[in-house]
């Protein structure tokens, strides 16, 4: 089955309380590498630990082209007040043509513990929510990860179970928790 295409990049930005979603943009190498400053960070995803600003550069350069290669929406996280970026998430949808997509977040180590993350998720979500054909949105979080199973229930997301040993990070396999909301059923 060919990939569904995805609808134009959201006219106004995704926000939620003290958040706001927009494009990510190179005004935020410094944010990025902030993020970069944290080793967990460097194990998931495409960020290398301890990012040269040539190496968030690069980062920025391949988030905007998530929306064009088909991938999904790929936000900066901002402060809606001061427009400061404080994370980034994403809302993947490469099981769009079956109604479902995946959400990711992560906030830069000095704006943590304001529950920015769990705004920044519900605007993701509502965003979702209007996404032609999508029903679902999944996160897949470690157990051990408190913070971020805090923010998936702030949101609003229900846990739905264990996956053993379902995803690498680092150099080995790592159980997670599968954490979704229904977003509307057909």
């Known amino acids: 089955m060919p990939p569904t295409p995805l609808p134009p990049w959201p006219a106004a930005p995704p926000a939620y309380g003290g958040i706001l979603l927009r494009e990510v943009t190179d005004a935020d190498v410094d944010m990025v590498r902030e993020l970069a400053t944290d080793p967990y960070i460097a194990q998931t995803g495409t960020l290398p630990a301890d990012a040269t600003e040539q190496h968030a550069r690069a980062w920025i350069a391949q988030q905007r082209g998530r929306h064009g290669e088909g991938a999904g929406f790929s936000f900066t996280m901002a402060d809606a007040a001061t427009g400061e970026a404080v994370g980034h998430c994403g809302l993947w949808t490469g099981e769009l043509c079956a109604g ?11 704006s943590r513990g304001r529950r920015l993350a769990a705004d920044a998720l519900r605007a993701l979500t509502a965003f979702g929510a209007t996404i032609p054909g999508l029903f679902r949105v999944g996160l897949y979080i470690e157990p051990w990860n408190a913070p971020s199973i805090r923010t998936a229930e702030r949101a609003g997301y229900d846990r739905e179970g264990l996956l053993r040993s ?9 159980d997670m928790l599968l954490y979704a909301r229904v977003l509307h059923s057909d």
């Open 166 to 174: 379902y995803h690498r990070i680092g150099d080995r396999r790592r």
């Open 100 to 110: 479902r997509s995946t959400a990711g977040y992560v906030v830069a180590p000095s």
